[in-house]
């Protein structure tokens, strides 16, 4: 069987892929979900394509109408608490297709989650997309499937998602990990008051290839323009959706996270992580959110931009281990920022 590469990891030796790495050779003739895109057959990625497979529905009870709901479930449960990953705004579970075989082969209950109104759930029955109801959604999957207090990792505006649902729900998060976090923004700003008309406009260039290739381009420290064209496919797959503009025009006009006043009431341990070279987010602010956090440890990757468990899943698999397998606090709370 072959060995494949992350496209950027492909000519360094400080990742060791596990025995779960070994992928088979893929054809146009994979076993797909139906409900996915046909679109995922142009994926190139290997890690993508595999992540892609495991991608499930599940019924959560919400509003009026049961949803279903989509997910990456684990192949095994254990007695440990799960760890469970969120995505970036906009974005769906294959954000961790190089993330969640490490999680699983380093011996964790992984669960990744699509957040309400992205990913590839099945809204054709559209519930309200808001905070509230993102909110209410991941609690009822919670409450219907995990059962369990989790370790929540949130990356980017997930960060918020994460903060927001363990503020509100305590109980069911035991430890938080942020990952270049977006809490400071005042939700979605002007783009609340825009015309329908301008606010599908703007939803429609959102998709486009050329902007998804520049969001890459601010994303990532060095990544060629083939493999960039390949994520681009990964990570607007869930657009074609015929309910995606709905869902999202949704969210933007209900006003969007905004958490910055929640910070201080997290009890749980955090791990703050965060890509030295993020040209999206400032890395000033993870010593901010240090700071405010009641609880809190930072770590800072170097070489790396705005979305580390794409670029350096290696180095955000061994700082989650750590992290979890820690037992009492003890560091410094005060100190600086260290690196992996």
Not at 94 to 119: H, N, Q, S
Not at 308 to 324: A, G, M, Q, T
Request: hydrophobic residues 40%; aromatic residues 10%.
């Amino acid at each position: 069987m072959l060995l494949l590469l992350p496209p950027h990891l492909a000519s360094q030796t400080r990742l060791r892929f596990p025995s779960t790495f070994k992928l088979k050779a893929l054809s146009q003739a994979d076993d797909f979900p139906s409900f996915l895109p046909n679109q995922v057959h142009t994926i190139k990625d290997p890690f993508a394509r595999n992540l892609a497979m495991r991608i499930q529905r599940l019924p959560v009870r919400f509003s009026e109408n049961p949803i279903m709901s989509s997910c990456v479930k684990p192949l095994m449960q254990n007695n440990a608490n799960p760890v469970v990953l969120l995505h970036g705004f906009d974005s769906s579970c294959l954000e961790w297709r190089y993330t969640y075989p490490l999680l699983e082969e380093a011996g964790f209950e992984t669960w990744a989650i699509d957040i309400l109104g992205w990913g590839f759930s099945d809204l054709e029955k559209l519930p309200p997309c808001d905070v509230v109801s993102k909110r209410d959604h991941f609690y009822q999957f919670w409450k219907s499937y995990i059962k369990r207090p989790m370790i929540l990792v949130g990356p980017s505006l997930g960060s918020a998602v994460a903060i927001d649902f363990a503020v509100n729900y305590p109980e069911a998060v035991e430890k938080l990990v942020l990952i270049d976090a977006s809490v400071y923004a005042e939700g979605t700003g002007n783009l609340a008051t825009l015309p329908r008309a301008a606010a599908y406009a703007g939803v429609y260039v959102l998709k486009s290839i050329p902007l998804r290739l520049y969001a890459n381009y601010l994303s990532f420290t060095s990544i060629s323009f083939s493999t960039s064209l390949d994520w681009t496919n990964v990570g607007r797959l869930h657009c074609l959706l015929p309910w995606w503009e709905d869902a999202t025009i949704d969210f933007m006009t209900s006003g969007g996270y905004n958490v910055a006043s929640q910070i201080t009431k997290v009890k749980q341990k955090t791990l703050i992580i965060w890509g030295e070279n993020d040209r999206i987010i400032s890395n000033k602010l993870a010593v901010r959110l240090h700071c405010e956090l009641p609880d809190a440890i930072v770590r800072q990757i170097p070489d790396c931009g705005h979305i580390p468990h794409v670029e350096r899943p290696d180095s955000v698999v061994k700082l989650i281990v750590e992290f979890v397998q820690r037992k009492t606090k003890t560091e410094n709370q005060n100190q600086c920022v260290s690196q992996v």
